[in-house]
């Protein structure tokens, strides 16, 4: 599963990387997921606000146990993968 949400969390063009990935299971049927997320340099805030509706869309989609998505905006440490 976070393997899939990294891809998911990756695949738009305006993600520069996937840093972190974390969820906590509230139940069988109930996920809450973080996550940060390093965008392109010349993203707008518009852009951010669109490509986290359509990660938060897409992850639901393929897990539909994750109820919760909370997205940071967060540059990459240095060494980090």
């Known amino acids: 599963m976070i393997a899939g949400i990294r891809g998911i969390a990756g695949s738009?063009?305006?993600?520069?990387h996937v840093n972190e990935v974390l969820t906590m299971h509230?139940?069988?049927?109930f996920i809450l997921?973080?996550?940060s997320v390093e965008f392109i340099?010349?993203?707008t805030a518009t852009g951010?606000?669109?490509?986290?509706r359509r990660?938060?869309?897409?992850v639901k989609k393929a897990y539909p146990e994750v109820r919760r998505v909370f997205i940071e905006a967060e540059e990459r440490e240095p060494?980090?993968?």
């Open 12 to 16: 738009p063009p305006e993600v520069e």
């Open 26 to 29: 509230m139940g069988p049927d």
């Open 33 to 35: 997921l973080n996550l």
């Open 41 to 43: 340099g010349e993203i």
């Open 48 to 52: 951010i606000e669109q490509t986290v």
């Open 55 to 58: 990660i938060e869309r897409d």
């Open 79 to 81: 060494g980090q993968e």
